[in-house]
C-alpha cells in the first residue's frame, strides 16, 4: 500500500510562486508514475502533471511554461514547482500514484491518493 503525503500549500498573490511536495510512504520500490491534480471549488478534478518513472512528462496546457513537476527517487519525493500564478490555479492539488508506467492526466489512470493540499491564489 502507497501512503502519499502533499505539503507546501498556501495563499499567495497572483504573479508569486509556491512548490508543493508529495511524499511517498511504501513498502515496494518505486511505482511507476505520480502527477498531480487539482480540483477548483465548486469544479471537478483535473490533471495538472504528470511523470513516469524515466523521466517523461506531460502537462495541461493551462499551466504549460508556468509549472514544473519533478521527483527525487532517493526521497520517495514528488515536487510541482508552480511560478507566476493565477487566481484560475486556486484549487485542492492531490498528488497521485501508479504502479502503471503512464503520463496520462486522466484521474481513472491512478490509483493512489493523498489528501490534497489548499493553494489560494488572490488578485
Known amino acids: 500500500q502507497v501512503q502519499l503525503v502533499e505539503s507546501g500549500g498556501g495563499s499567495v498573490q497572483a504573479g508569486g510562486s509556491l512548490r508543493l511536495s508529495c511524499a511517498a510512504y511504501?513498502?515496494?520500490?518505486?511505482?511507476?508514475?505520480m502527477a498531480w491534480f487539482r480540483q477548483p471549488p465548486g469544479k471537478g478534478r483535473e490533471g495538472v502533471a504528470a511523470i513516469d518513472n524515466r523521466g517523461n512528462t506531460n502537462y495541461a496546457d493551462s499551466v504549460k511554461g508556468r509549472f514544473t513537476i519533478s521527483k527525487d527517487n532517493a526521497k520517495n519525493t514528488l515536487y510541482l514547482q508552480m511560478n507566476t500564478l493565477k487566481p484560475e490555479d486556486t484549487a485542492m492539488y492531490y498528488c497521485?500514484?501508479?504502479?502503471?508506467?503512464?503520463?496520462?492526466?486522466?484521474?481513472?489512470?491512478?490509483?493512489?491518493w493523498g489528501q490534497g493540499s489548499q493553494v489560494t491564489v488572490s488578485s
Open positions: 511504501t513498502y515496494s520500490s518505486h511505482y511507476m508514475a
Open positions: 497521485a500514484a501508479t504502479d502503471f508506467v503512464t503520463t496520462s492526466l486522466s484521474s481513472y489512470d491512478f490509483g493512489y
